[in-house]
């Protein structure tokens, strides 16, 4: 008989990723329709109580799975109670609602997904300081040297935990996920990932699975993922999530810079605080002004500044026409809230 293994990958109360695996008897293929809704212990997960325990999966988008190979299957779901409203925690639905009202904007995301290697306290090619105390030798964290050689550095002295970036960009490729580019972060240890440009709710579905996958590529090496935006205080560059924004207007029409990315950019400054709300948890540690990021308390934008709050780059002012770049969003954030904050509204659309 044949089987197909579905792992059903959800997100947890803290912006975590669990997953469980459905054997498929019977089948040697399945496509989105042929995956039914389950369940998973809502109480195991912060997301409901004990007496009422079961939160709903519904699948709503199907990669190939890269760790079992064959025709198995990696299934990103999102989260519902047992009569059928989406559960607080369930971004997905809303986002895709704005989505649906204006699908003819085709809004692209292109995420910046920047995360630290940790193995055992400290990020890889942290060397360990140890100091001597009278009840034996204290292992505590030393400090590599300053930054400046290690963004986009090859080489043992200043490039720590590749293998991991790369597997997880072959693995990202296998699932047919949407990954652009990989690079060596600012702070030792720290590395990105672009995912993008995706249309409207498949960034966010695209996001979380290539999170996922990143988690699990970690678990085989025994290293854990940060997505902390402060992992290490001090002098150190913090985690970002850069959220890379155009609507086919703004790509497309010759006076899309003036006419949509500049009135978008003038609209996101009003809104500063709200999306700074949503934007990560612990984003004040990294957002200080300082480390290519703006002042939490200040919108700023520019041209090419890498200091601003929102960055257009020299070929969209140049061309006329391109996207935008919000550097704010921190490494922890959701995508799925990210894009539903961003996404065009009809007059109409009113969010609760
Ligand atoms: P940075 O120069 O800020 O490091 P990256 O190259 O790391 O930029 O990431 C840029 C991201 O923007 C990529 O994921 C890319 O696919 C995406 N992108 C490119 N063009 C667009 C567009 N028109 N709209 C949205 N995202 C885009
Ligand atoms: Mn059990
Ligand atoms: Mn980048
Ligand atoms: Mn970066
Ligand atoms: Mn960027």
């Given at each position: 008989m044949p089987y197909v293994l579905a792992e059903y990958v959800w997100i947890d109360a803290d912006g975590g990723c669990r997953s469980k695996t459905k054997v498929m008897h019977g089948k040697s293929t399945v496509t989105l329709k042929d995956l039914p809704h389950w369940n998973y212990d809502g109480s195991s997960t912060g997301q409901?109580?004990?007496?009422?325990s079961e939160v709903i999966i519904h699948p709503a988008a199907v990669f190939s799975d890269p760790f079992r190979g064959g025709n198995h299957v990696l299934v990103m779901t999102d989260t519902y109670t047992p009569a059928g409203e989406p559960i607080p925690t369930n971004t997905r639905a809303p986002a895709k609602e704005i989505f649906d009202m204006a699908p003819e904007e085709e809004p692209w995301f292109g995420i910046e997904q920047e995360y630290t290697l940790f193995k055992d306290g400290t990020p890889l090619g942290w060397p360990k300081a140890t100091a001597r105390s009278f009840g034996g030798p204290t292992v505590q964290l030393g400090f590599p040297g300053a930054?400046?050689?290690?963004?986009c550095a090859a080489g043992a002295d200043v490039a720590f935990g590749r293998d991991i970036c790369e597997t997880h960009m072959m693995m990202c490729l296998e699932a047919g996920i949407n990954i652009s580019g990989i690079n060596a972060e600012v702070m030792p240890g720290q590395w990105e990932y672009q995912v993008g440009p995706c249309t409207g709710i498949e960034s966010g579905d695209h996001h979380w699975m290539s999170r996922y996958i990143l988690n699990r590529v970690c678990e085989d090496k025994g290293v854990v993922c940060s997505y902390e935006p402060?992992?290490?205080?001090?002098d150190w560059n913090g985690a970002g999530c850069h959220t890379n924004f155009s609507t086919k207007n703004m790509r497309e029409k010759k006076d899309g810079y003036e006419k949509y990315i500049l009135p978008c950019i003038e609209n996101l400054g009003k809104k500063h605080a709200e999306h700074i709300a949503a934007y990560?948890?612990?984003n004040d540690q990294r957002l200080t002004g300082r480390h290519e990021t703006a002042s939490i308390d200040t919108f700023k934008w520019g041209v090419?500044?890498?200091?601003?709050s929102v960055r257009v780059g020299n070929d969209t002012k140049k061309n006329g026409k391109g996207y935008l770049e919000d550097?704010?969003?921190?490494?922890?954030?959701d995508p799925y809230i990210a894009a539903d904050l961003h996404a065009p509204r009809p007059p109409c659309a009113r969010r609760a």
């Open positions: 409901a109580p004990g007496e009422d930054q400046g050689p290690y963004y402060k992992p290490i205080p001090g990560g948890e612990g090419a500044d890498r200091g601003a550097r704010r969003p921190a490494s922890n954030m």
